[in-house]
């Protein structure tokens, strides 16, 4: 089974609006940690916003914030007020484990395009 | 000067050939890992390292190699190129726990031909 799922390669979102960006993840772990990273088309990875397992707040980083919903297993992330800027590649990423070993799996990601 | 650096940034080589990617961090962090990224999977993992003494293959480690030269160096090896290898790879550093997640190199973007 896929760790990490994001079912939309691709979106679209028309400036200035909302957009939601599906993730589902799979793990038995009680301990684990959801993040996303933006992927601009430079290709630079770019930590965006981070869940803990045990964080009963949805995570907010500025236009940012992560819909944590863990009896769904689901971690979207919406952007708010969407920006030009905002078109790239959007990973969902998990964290298992917490010393042993830092193991991270990626989802195949989503191809956000925001148009003027 | 960028927390995790990668060189070179882009490199095409020939089928057969050794190349050399390399990584430097002043993160500070004991644990690194090579990623590479291909278009519709993601990213998988090809080595990692939790100290210089520290050496583990990842998913994906047949045809590559590494080398942990000191705490904040560690190196990549193709000891001979395949088409198929072709890809964006990536270096990531982390601390212990990586409540944060990794910090990412910018890439190397590698094509074999």
């Known amino acids: 089974a896929q760790k990490i799922t994001q079912t939309q390669p691709g979106m679209f979102v028309q400036e200035k609006e909302a957009v939601t960006l599906d993730c589902t993840y799979d793990?038995?772990?009680?301990?684990?940690?959801l993040f996303w990273y933006k992927q601009p088309s430079s290709g630079e990875m770019i930590f965006l916003i981070y869940?803990?397992?045990?964080?009963?707040q949805n995570a907010t980083e500025g236009r940012y914030s992560l819909n944590f919903q863990k009896a769904r297993k689901s971690a979207n992330l919406v952007i708010s007020a969407s920006q030009l800027g905002d078109s790239a590649m959007y990973f969902c990423a998990m964290r298992e484990g917490l010393y042993n070993f830092n193991k991270f799996y990626f989802g195949s990601g989503t191809k956000l395009n925001v148009k003027p | 000067d960028a927390d995790v650096t990668q060189t070179p940034r882009n490199r095409i080589t020939k089928t057969g050939k050794r190349i050399m990617l390399e990584c430097s961090q002043t993160?500070?962090?004991?644990?690194m890992y090579w990623y590479r990224q291909d278009p519709g999977l993601g990213l998988r993992l090809i080595y990692y390292s939790f100290d210089v003494k520290d050496i583990n293959k990842g998913e994906i480690s047949d045809g590559y190699s590494v080398s942990r030269q000191a705490q904040a160096k560690f190196s990549l090896s193709l000891e001979s190129a395949i088409p198929n290898q072709t890809a964006l790879y990536f270096c990531?550093?982390?601390?212990?726990?990586?409540?944060?997640?990794?910090?990412f190199g910018s890439g190397t973007r590698l094509t074999v031909v």
């Open positions: 990531a550093t982390s601390d212990l726990d990586a409540n944060y997640g990794y910090t």
């Open positions: 793990t038995s772990d009680q301990s684990y940690g």
């Open positions: 993160k500070g962090h004991d644990r």
């Open positions: 869940q803990g397992s045990y964080d009963e």
